[in-house]
């Protein structure tokens, strides 16, 4: 890709239906991805289909009916979920595989329960097995402004060698301010080695 070309990711199938009140069935979530694909978005994150039959039904309809964009099944770093994520994207003319684990130390710690070390090494062999389903794979590291920044290049550094071919930067909790993000993804583009092979991609929020 072009140093100067911007992506567009659009997760308002996903992420966006969290919101109250625009959670929506696999009809209106194919309406919406038809108009997405109108307006060119670039990828259309379909859903998360290990959440529900629904969710993998609405995956799965989209990835069959809408081939132009890239059509992304977002997946927790662990088998069940990137096999379910598959299931559904298999029929894509585009596939890709989203995967995601939490970095910072106050999600590994509270919720992951896990340390530094066992989240570098389940978010590596996730990408590999994502990777042995789909040319594709995208790797978010949850939390990712609140955490520690040598580790952040390790995880980074280790999924891009595993064979992601995108990488999504989360301000997760809503966080970062704009100065403090901008320093982030260049200290990345400057540590980690073959990040100017792949797509950096970011997740910010302004609620």
């Given amino acids: 890709m072009a140093q100067d070309q911007v992506r567009i990711f659009d997760t308002t199938l996903r992420d966006g239906e969290q919101s109250p009140g625009c959670s929506m069935n696999v009809h209106e979530k194919l309406r919406m991805a038809h108009q997405l694909d109108r307006l060119g978005v670039d990828v259309i994150e379909a859903g998360f289909p290990i959440a529900s039959d629904g969710d993998f039904e609405a995956v799965q309809a989209i990835a069959s009916a809408v081939r132009r964009p890239i059509i992304a099944g977002l997946a927790r770093a662990c088998p069940k979920d990137i096999e379910r994520a ?16 939490a970095t910072s130390d106050i999600h590994l710690k509270y919720k992951l329960r896990i340390s530094r070390e066992q989240c570098l090494e389940q978010a590596r062999e996730s990408v590999r097995l994502a990777k042995s389903f789909c040319e594709d794979v995208e790797f978010s590291p949850e939390d990712a402004t609140r955490t520690d920044r040598d580790y952040l290049c390790q995880v980074v550094q280790a999924v891009i060698d595993a064979g992601a071919t995108t990488v999504n930067i989360p301000d997760t909790v809503g966080y970062t301010m704009p100065e403090e993000f901008a320093e982030i993804i260049t200290m990345l583009r400057e540590r980690v080695k073959g990040i100017e092979n792949i797509t950096i991609s970011v997740h910010c929020h302004n609620d």
């Fill in 86 to 101: 598959w299931e559904a994207l298999k029929g894509a003319a585009r596939p890709r595989i989203h995967v995601f684990l």
